[in-house]
């Protein structure tokens, strides 16, 4: 069954670096979203993307995001300079063609800011 | 603001056992309401519901939508300790693009 994959699966960083998270999403799908989950909190939706640009994003999505993707294949999240609140798993997820169709999430990354 | 709310917040029961769990929201420009199983990372795809009325089924899991009433049921019948897990509802809403809007998950726990 195809997947989504994201890596890496864990990632610690120093506050005030640059992340970048990556996701490699079902190849047929034409939507691709970021979504987080703070440690005992719900899932929140972060940025949807779908034909090289941005489509929605929601306000936890300010100036230090930036999403892109390079080559194709790769989905990527930049979290700028990172601070102790970005503690979180991040999900990446797609989907085939808009809103008939349900998404496929990732397994995550778990960003940890010390 | 969009609110999705999943009730209870936890549930234990022992292996056999019915269970329901329930799903309330309040959104704009609704399209579909999705359940999702989180186990240890990726929430996995459930059922996808969008008319009311209309029961979605998967062996011993079954869901039904009322959009009259703004709310969903996940029914799980015959429980096993596979099932412990965490229950996800999400709502999709259509602003430009489909986002989801999560309600908190039903944290299910299974007994032997």
């Known amino acids: 069954e195809p997947e989504v994959t994201q890596t890496p699966s864990h990632q610690v960083t120093q506050m005030g670096q640059e992340v970048i998270l990556r996701c490699v999403p079902i190849?047929?799908?034409?939507?691709f979203y970021w979504y987080r989950q703070i440690l005992g909190q719900k899932v929140e939706f972060l940025v949807s993307?779908?034909?090289?640009?941005?489509?929605?994003k929601s306000e936890i999505f300010d100036d230090q995001f930036s999403v892109e993707r390079p080559d194709g294949s790769n989905f990527t999240l930049k979290i700028r300079s990172t601070k102790l609140e970005d503690s979180a798993m991040y999900f990446c997820?797609?989907?085939?063609?808009?809103?008939?169709?349900?998404?496929?999430f990732g397994s995550g990354t778990r960003l940890t800011v010390v | 603001e969009d609110k999705v709310v999943q009730s209870p917040l936890s549930l234990v029961v022992h292996e056999g056992d019915t269970v329901t769990l329930n799903c309330s929201y309040e959104?704009?420009?609704?399209?579909?309401l999705l359940w999702y199983k989180q186990e240890k990372k990726a929430p996995t795809f459930l059922f996808m519901l969008?008319?009311?009325?209309i029961e979605k089924k998967s062996g011993r899991l079954s869901s039904i939508l009322d959009k009259k009433e703004l709310f969903s049921i996940l029914n799980i019948t015959a429980t096993q300790t596979g099932d412990s897990a965490v229950y996800l509802c999400?709502?999709?809403?259509?602003?430009?693009?489909?986002?989801?809007?999560f309600g908190q998950g039903t944290r299910l726990t299974i007994n032997p």
């Open positions: 999400a709502v999709a809403i259509i602003q430009g693009a489909q986002k989801l809007v």
């Open positions: 959104v704009t420009n609704f399209r579909s």
């Open positions: 997820a797609s989907s085939e063609a808009g809103y008939h169709y349900g998404y496929t």
């Open positions: 993307f779908y034909n090289n640009e941005i489509s929605e």
């Open positions: 190849s047929n799908h034409l939507y």
């Open positions: 969008t008319s009311s009325g």
